[in-house]
């Protein structure tokens, strides 16, 4: 993702992404068939399913890359910590915000406390409060490591709020694999996860450079401002 | 181990000479207590029922106060930088500064149980069970809580971040203690106070695990 920022590739992937969710989108709605018992209601699933594995997959990836920034302190991670987190709280909004919506015709409840409902709403809570910390420090180096250290508590604390939430209630239905869904419907949620994917991949190696510029931005220094650009080592053009 | 002995020492000296904050942290909670029987209304049932709940969210929303409150002293005069100039790992300090907190929380949990029999009429004879999951509870929420404090505190906004920070992250030790506590008051038929108090200790050890090995980065960069 390095080199893909600094190149066309991120807006690339972007419109792969765009293409194949379409695509997919097309195909859950018109095409497949319609769920036995919920009907057309199931066809949230084609989005849904897609957007829950790579909400946990953005998640992750900011994880490692708190993890690559406190073993390296090179800015880079910490400019993809950035994006990946906020791509992470976003899909995770959406998750719940779709969820709601299959629940109320299915369950008769927008909301309800099952382990997967509520500790996606603590993640997006969790991870939201990290973007609000890191809107309120100034100096870039102790944002970058409070937000890694951060991330990386609350990254390790989602198994726990997921089981004691298990424990706690449950009403979900079993996870959905390839194993607990009809064939016909795998072809929809193949090229659905892929385009969220690529979208959010892209997504994110845009938004990685503009945290880049913005560092840049804050740890040049003031004078004189034309030729000072980009002899700070860590503000040069490797920080993304 | 000397530097936490010293370390622990010098917090409780420093909780000691600020006695007058922790009894007002003690009245904030035992005023929370008092205001949660208004959202319910004079059903001695219910009440009763959420008891638990009740005294868990008390503690936890005068726990910002007092985790907050450990960090400001060290602010002052740039106390943390001279500290940190000693002989002694960031370890040591986080330790102590996290014992100390957890032993505060308890005691004004412990505090706030006779409000909760007293407004609720639900008291238990396990007291020591009782003080068992106050110790496992107030473990998991100063383990994090002193890691958010030592962040917090240098920024903006001081009052917001913590609590912003800290309630998401503790949701299974407000699930677990309220779980527990409410076994202890209206009774365990199923005998399930225990896997409640292990996933309390479970925490417990992950926090305090990863505070000891991450606070070193955040009090030094």
């Known amino acids: 993702m390095a080199a893909a920022s600094q190149g ?182 193949r090229i659905n996860a892929f385009g969220i994917l690529f979208l959010w991949a892209g997504l994110v190696a845009l938004r990685t450079r503009v945290a880049a510029l913005r560092l840049r931005s804050e740890i040049a220094p003031p004078l004189p401002a034309p030729s000072a650009r980009g002899t700070d080592a860590r503000a040069s053009g490797s920080a993304w | 181990m000397t530097a936490f002995l010293t370390a622990l020492q010098k917090d409780f000296l420093l909780q000691w000479r600020g006695r007058g904050q922790i009894v007002a942290i003690f009245a904030f909670g035992a005023a929370t207590l008092l205001l949660f029987s208004f959202a319910i209304g004079p059903d001695s049932v219910a009440l009763r029922q959420h008891a638990a709940g009740f005294l868990w969210l008390g503690l936890l929303l005068a726990s910002t106060l007092s985790l907050a409150e450990s960090f400001e002293r060290e602010m002052e005069e740039q106390a943390l930088e001279g500290l940190l100039l000693l002989p002694a790992s960031a370890r040591a300090l986080y330790y102590g500064k996290a014992v100390a907190n957890c032993a505060q929380l308890a005691m004004i949990g412990a505090a706030l149980v006779p409000v909760m029999v007293v407004l609720y009429d639900a008291g238990t004879i396990r007291l020591l069970s009782l003080l068992g999951v106050i110790v496992l509870g107030t473990a998991g929420l100063s383990a994090p809580g002193t890691l958010y404090a030592a962040m917090t505190a240098q920024t903006r906004a001081r009052q917001t971040l913590l609590p912003l920070l800290l309630f998401p992250l503790v949701v299974p030790v407000l699930l677990a203690a309220v779980k527990a506590t409410s076994l202890l008051i209206l009774g365990d038929p199923m005998e399930q106070l225990r896997p409640w108090a292990s996933l309390l200790g479970a925490f417990a050890v992950v926090q305090w695990a990863l505070g000891g090995l991450l606070f070193g980065r955040v009090v030094e960069d």
Not at chain 1, 26 to 52: C, K, N, S
Not at chain 1, 65 to 81: E, G, P, Y
Not at chain 1, 171 to 186: D, E, G, I, R, W
């Open chain 1, 8 to 189: 066309p590739l991120p807006k690339g992937l972007v419109a792969v992404g765009a293409v194949l969710l379409c695509i997919g989108s097309y195909w859950g709605l018109a095409q497949a068939p319609g769920e036995i018992f919920m009907g057309d209601v199931q066809r949230i699933m084609y989005v849904h399913v897609p957007t829950a594995w790579n909400a946990m997959l953005a998640l992750t990836f900011a994880f490692v890359c708190a993890v690559f920034f406190l073993f390296t302190n090179s800015w880079k991670w910490d400019n993809r910590l950035e994006a990946a987190m906020e791509m992470g709280v976003v899909l995770s909004l959406l998750l719940c915000t779709q969820g709601a919506i299959w629940a109320k015709p299915t369950w008769g409840v927008w909301w309800d406390w099952d382990p997967r409902l509520t500790t996606t709403a603590v993640m997006v809570f969790a991870f939201g409060g990290i973007l609000a910390l890191r809107a309120f420090v100034d100096d870039p180096m102790k944002r970058a490591v409070w937000s890694a250290v951060a991330c990386i508590v609350a990254f390790a604390d989602v198994p726990i709020v997921y089981f004691s939430v298990k424990w706690w209630n449950s009403l979900h239905q079993a996870q959905s694999t390839p194993a607990t869904v009809s064939k016909a419907f795998h072809w929809p949620l």
